[in-house]
């Protein structure tokens, strides 16, 4: 099942993601985006078993403090 989600982005955060999807040759910028949450998610989730594993494997990557 597919679901439908939006996110919000400031203007700048916005116009670089375009600019990034166009130069990598994206069908949108939303394409874009989706692949590279795809990746990030992936690499955040592999080989983690555990919430504590998560939160670990985000302050590693500094998405957490």
Do not use: T
């Amino acid at each position: 099942m597919i679901s439908k989600s939006s996110v919000k982005l400031n203007k700048a955060l916005w116009d670089r993601v375009k600019r990034c999807a166009d130069a990598g040759g994206y069908s949108s910028p939303q394409e874009f985006v989706e692949h590279v949450l795809e990746r990030e998610v992936a690499r955040i989730l592999d080989d983690a078993e555990s919430k504590d594993e998560i939160v670990k494997k985000l302050k590693g990557l500094g998405y957490l403090e």
